[in-house]
């Protein structure tokens, strides 16, 4: 089992960055890769950004291309979540999340995932 920690978030204005941070520990041997989801309130739980732990390759969702970085720090044990350019539609709850799934087209569903950590807010203000 893997234990995930963010911390980050915050309120912030439209056109402001932030950093989210994702700090796991415990058995990380069997992660392939970790992402980023969100969820806003009364809406489905959403894909951001995934990073594969070995060789950072990174996938995006459109609605984040461009704005959003994802990275990851393995001596740390940490990924990161670079937000530019924030829009009030990014104001959600922020999840990271680890999958041994080695196949991108499933990063989409949060049904792959076997550890979440707690989530952290990020507001964003018009």
């Known amino acids: 089992q893997v234990q995930l920690v963010e911390s980050g978030g915050g309120l912030v204005q439209a056109g402001d960055s932030l950093t989210l941070s994702c700090a796991a520990s415990g058995r990380t041997d069997s992660t392939y890769a970790v992402a980023w989801f969100r969820q806003a309130p009364g809406k489905e739980r959403e894909f951001v950004t995934a990073i594969t732990w070995s060789a950072g390759a990174t996938y995006s969702a459109d609605s984040v291309k461009g704005r959003f970085t994802i990275s990851r720090d393995m001596t740390k044990n940490t990924v990161y979540l670079q937000m530019n350019s ?7 709850v922020y999840y990271c999340a680890t999958t041994g799934s080695r196949w991108p087209s499933f990063w989409f569903n949060p049904n792959k995932y076997d550890s979440w950590g707690q989530g952290t807010q990020v507001t964003v203000s018009s």
């Open 86 to 92: 924030l829009k009030p539609e990014d104001t959600a």
